[in-house]
């Protein structure tokens, strides 16, 4: 060891307020379709182009959260944003026009346990009166930009993952009412050597493993005191690494762990390989699925741990191995 | 108006316990050679690639920082990091060995300023004992990456900023010591229609104007009050249109307005049209030279406000224009 273990950040006023997700046709069409706020069929959105798209998805989202809030733009304190686009763009565009103090946020598909982390911190220490957290993918601009062109028809291997098309917003403020943000922990990045940009479970099962046991340690608590521990897209690959990961440590994790990489699509009957990815995976699931079950109590503690690729092609090319890095932040309903 | 004005964040326990600077050849040869704590004369710094050498950059500026404070990766509470490349892997190829809690922004040119508003926010809540801000850039693999490839040779017009290859970084902790982070003002995203990606700095200057203007009316302040108000890096363009817009309101900032992308080069004799850019450019010549004016007391009131352009390849060919930011940080000696 030696390593810093950080610590884990504690909130006793801190709320999520209302949430929305919106997501594409084929999100809508896995287990969990009907349960979001809008689907968008038609994947450029009435937009010219795919990023623009994106960038709709975001204000979309938001729209949502302030038409659930009742509040204006005005009365929001700030807002943490961020994307897998470069330089973020489907935050700063999608959200340029609500004029909102923004404080753009880089995690790549951990972006929104870090926004909520973020805004749970800045609410809870009273320098806002609320915050909001939002961040998206779009299954297009992330190939375009991560893998290859959409029309060369690249055969994507078993252990690829399927970057969604969705987006998830949250408005955190002193409600006093579920769900509550208890706690959070910030991840470090963790290098596991993965070179492969069609296998980024792996890539990131070691700063989930990393970020998850310091959580346990610092709150004194078990995999089993939690309903759930859910994953934001360590898929298929990723997911069986952490499991063997705790085991090593006599730890299963497997009983109450879900990855929403995993569940956002059908993987029997919709082609997406090892799974859902892309930071809207487990945005669109916690904003559009978790969030009501903590909130209703039918979940009462949950933590959720949002893993990220730190994957540049730029990189990747030079011969880099992948980085990942994991955020993770404690819901409860009471 | 009707706009969301935000809050200007007041701390009372944050301060800057130590910076670093680390620094290209033409950015020591420039006016303020000789106030950085490590030059690196070769572009790639030893390494394979320019961005491997940006990497290079952060991880010395927190090295030094670390060596500064007598402190060791385990004793740093969190880190908050970025930069311009795409997914930011300066900063987490960069600083993935120090295995310090990581939280990735993402601010363009105003990362620095970003960095030091949230390390200054942790610290002053009492999340954590110390943060650090880091940001870097890098000449060529911003070019190459933004622009066109160095071996093309293109044109520059004179509107156009050179970036700078730096890196800065500071400790934020409660040290009851100068420098003081006394107060913060988060930017809203302002797009002003440019779409020149050689004019950064008309980009720029209205969301420089808006922070500034919020931050002064927040505090109750005016621009007299402060020894200097510190911009990022507008450059003489972005410079001249900042002035144009406060002499609207009858509003005179040009007689104690520094800009640091006019500084950190002699543009006489260095042929960098407009002035420096990048978040490396603002970041040396805070943590090089301006910090240690504070701290010795040779500077008391200062406003640090650090502008990003959040610019895109895949947006500007699109036809897309250049949002901008800024970010207000107030810095005191008392």
Chains 1, 2 share one sequence.
């Not at 729209?63 to 659930?68: F, M, N, P, Q, Y």
Request: with cysteine.
């Amino acid at each position: 060891m030696g390593y810093c273990t950080g610590k884990t950040f504690r909130y006793d006023r801190a709320s999520i307020q209302c949430y929305a997700a919106v997501v594409g046709k084929a999100e809508n069409e896995g287990p969990y379709g009907g349960e979001f706020d809008e689907v968008i069929d038609d994947n450029r959105g009435g937009a010219d182009t795919w990023e623009q798209a994106e960038a709709q998805f975001q204000k979309k989202a938001v729209g949502h959260v302030l038409r659930k809030s009742g509040l204006s733009p005005e009365n929001i304190g700030v807002m943490f944003a961020g994307d897998l686009l470069n330089q973020c763009v489907s935050s700063s565009y999608g959200l340029k026009d609500y004029y909102i103090p923004f404080l753009g946020i880089y995690g790549a598909c951990s972006t929104f346990a870090e926004g909520l982390l973020l805004s749970g911190a800045m609410v809870n220490a009273g320098y806002v009166d609320n915050a909001i957290a939002v961040t998206s993918s779009h299954f297009s601009s992330a190939e375009r930009q991560f893998r290859f062109p959409l029309n060369y028809g690249g055969v994507r291997p078993p252990t690829a993952q399927w970057t969604a098309t969705a987006s998830g917003a949250a408005l955190v403020a002193s409600t006093g009412k579920p769900p509550f943000i208890r706690a959070a922990t910030v991840g470090k990045i963790e290098d596991m050597g993965v070179t492969d940009v069609n296998n980024m479970g792996a890539a990131m099962a070691g700063a989930a493993y990393d970020t998850l046991s310091r959580h346990f340690t610092h709150m004194g608590s078990h995999p089993q005191d939690y309903d759930l521990i859910i994953t934001g897209d360590l898929g298929l690959v990723g997911s069986e690494l952490l499991h063997d990961l705790f085991k090593r440590d006599g730890v299963d994790i497997e009983k109450n762990h879900k990855d929403c990489g995993l569940m956002l699509f059908d993987r029997a009957t919709q082609d997406v390989h090892a799974g859902g990815s892309g930071c809207g995976c487990s945005a669109s699931m916690m904003c559009g699925h978790f969030l009501k079950r903590i909130e209703s109590g039918e979940l009462d503690r949950v933590l959720f741990c949002a893993t990220g690729a730190l994957m540049s092609t730029t990189m990747v090319q030079q011969g880099g191995s992948i980085p990942g890095i994991a955020h993770a932040v404690e819901l409860t309903s009471y």
